[in-house]
């Protein structure tokens, strides 16, 4: 009945469809390790965040070349020193609830020499690419920062070169070890997301939006991997039922063939042998002579 699946053209259509479920499968599970791997982060970043402050030194490392271990990120840590205004660098083409701007990095000189990346916050660009906003200027004198311990841009590229705009240096990424040369200055590995500034001498200082907490919802990884799920049993149970239709149609084919009547033209078979047909008329009884036996 099912023989026809072992010809070219069937097994071509399953190999296409086993091949075609398997892809499906993989991508749902493609999906599903983002959505365990986007849980871990949403974890770690909730466990950082939440965690007791801790100085500066203990989690970012005292070279430029050196990276912070990948637990240290988000983690609150605190630092006081000195701003470096004139060592000021943005990061151009950030992106936040407002729109597209720059962050505003400024060095800070700690009292034991090392200085330190901080990311103050975030101004909104002006409508010209090649204008700046008006950058609030930092806390003068000694201040203490409160922030968020992270992770500068891996390797040293295109994004991470300093470009000019109105004399002002701009970045497109960080990267600590780039900076450290360009700006001449023995930096810290990492950087620190301001939350608090406070300056020692009480005196206020304009306000900027901080860096917040990257979104932690889940995305829609689940649904993707669902989806993908359905669209595999799907395919395999639509197969299924072609394969099933495939066979059926053959075999009442096959029947339709046995079952085939008689043609009604058809001479009939009794009538070939030579013998009285019910068509035929009865025999002329005087054509015949009788013998009375005595």
């Known amino acids: 009945m099912y023989r026809f699946l072992l010809t070219p053209k069937w097994l071509a259509s399953i190999a296409g469809v086993v091949i075609a479920i398997l892809v499906m ?3 749902a599970n493609w999906q599903l390790d983002r959505l365990y791997t986007k849980r871990a982060a949403n974890a770690a970043i909730t466990a950082s965040a939440k965690a007791a402050v801790v100085p500066a030194d203990t989690l970012l490392p005292a070279s430029a070349k050196e990276a912070p271990k990948g637990s240290a990120e988000w983690h609150r840590v605190s630092v006081t020193g000195t701003y470096l205004v004139d060592k000021t660098v943005l990061i151009r083409g950030s992106t936040t609830d407002q729109g597209v701007g720059f962050e505003v990095v400024v060095p800070l000189k700690a009292a034991d020499g090392s200085v330190y990346l901080i990311d103050r916050g975030f101004v909104l660009a002006p409508s010209s690419a090649d204008q700046l906003p008006t950058i609030p200027d930092a806390p003068k004198g000694q201040v203490d920062v409160t922030g968020r311990a992270r992770l500068t841009h891996a390797s040293i590229g295109s994004a991470t070169e300093i470009d000019l705009i109105q004399g002002t240096r701009t970045v497109r990424a960080l990267n600590t070890e780039s900076l450290a040369h360009a700006l001449k200055l023995k930096l810290s590995g990492g950087y620190v997301t301001a939350l608090e500034e406070v300056p020692a001498d009480g005196a206020s200082y304009p306000k900027i939006e901080r860096i917040a907490l990257p979104n932690l919802d889940e995305g829609p990884h689940l649904s993707y991997a669902v989806q ?3 669209f595999a049993g799907l395919s395999f149970v639509a197969f299924l039922y072609l394969i099933k ?7 009442l084919g ?3 063939w046995d079952d085939e009547p008689f043609d009604d033209d058809e001479p009939d078979r009794a009538g ?5 047909t019910g068509d035929d008329p009865p025999p002329d009884p005087s054509k ?3 013998k009375v036996l005595h």
């Open 25 to 27: 499968i993989g991508l």
């Open 228 to 230: 993908w799920f359905l």
């Open 245 to 251: 239709r495939e066979g059926d149609l053959r075999l």
């Open 254 to 256: 096959d029947d339709d």
């Open 272 to 276: 070939t042998s030579g013998g009285p």
């Open 288 to 290: 015949y002579s009788t």
